[in-house]
T-cell receptor
Framework: GDSVTQMEGPVTLSEEAFLTINCTYT??????LFWYVQYPGEGLQLLLK?????DKGSNKGFEATYRKETTSFHLEKGSVQVSDSAVYFC?????????????FGQGTTLQVKP | DAGVIQSPRHEVTEMGQEVTLRCKPI?????LFWYRQTMMRGLELLIY????????DSGMPEDRFSAKMPNASFSTLKIQPSEPRDSAVYFC?????????????FGSGTRLTVV
């Protein structure tokens, strides 16, 4: 079945460091890919998305490129801030048919220290 | 738009009691999802609806759990009887129908504690 695998956390960085959170997926067809962010005590918020191979999603300085050849959608940010501390979830929706179901990775906790 | 609204935000109940969680999706969204989040199991999809009809309830853990969507603006998730292992944060989410790249909008969640 379809699945998403993320790098384990927590990831601890100093402010202004470069961030990469790895995400790989297994899916049939051509899924849409998403990154969600969850701040403490809140629900998940859509951070960015990509719908086809080589698309780059970007938002708030975060970027991720849909790589079909490596089945990956790694999240990057050039300079993190303390306010980026949160849990980040990679997710996919199968592109074949409109099943409506998002499949999430296990989440990666990011801690940014001043 | 007020977003997806869940109530209550926090619920503490005794084992064996009935618990009802409520969700109001965003107006015009055709899909509604119930997720459960725990440290051990992460985010689990319990059930989802399309146009008020349950489509996939394979994630519902057992018969103690039931969900309804009587109309397009309201859904409930009921646990009867509740058990301590049901303690978790329960999220409701909704999205528009049609294209597969529409994202979900999540509510703020209900933190359930069963003692």
């Amino acid at each position: 079945g379809d699945s998403v695998t993320q790098m384990e956390g927590p990831v601890t960085l100093s402010e202004e460091a470069f961030l990469t959170i790895n995400c790989t997926y297994t899916a049939t067809g051509y899924p849409s890919l998403f990154w969600y962010v969850q701040y403490p005590g809140e629900g998940l918020q859509l951070l960015l998305k990509a719908t086809k191979a080589d698309d780059k999603g970007s938002n708030k300085g975060f970027e991720a490129t849909y790589r079909k050849e490596t089945t990956s959608f790694h999240l990057e940010k050039g300079s993190v801030q303390v306010s980026d501390s949160a849990v980040y979830f990679c997710a996919l929706r199968a592109g074949s048919g409109n099943t409506g179901k998002l499949i999430f990775g296990q989440g990666t906790t990011l801690q940014v220290k001043p | 738009d007020a977003g997806v609204i869940q109530s209550p935000r926090h619920e503490v109940t005794e084992m064996g009691q009935e618990v009802t969680l409520r969700c109001k999706p965003i107006s015009g969204h055709d899909y509604l999802f119930w997720y459960r989040q725990t440290m051990m199991r992460g985010l689990e999809l319990l059930i989802y609806f399309n146009n008020n009809v349950p489509i996939d309830d394979s994630g519902m853990p057992e018969d103690r759990f039931s969900a309804k969507m009587p109309n397009a603006s309201f859904s409930t998730l009921k646990i009867q009887p509740s058990e301590p292992r049901d303690s978790a944060v329960y999220f409701c989410a909704s999205r528009r129908g049609g294209r597969s790249n529409y994202g979900y909008t999540f509510g703020s969640g209900t933190r359930l504690t069963v003692v």
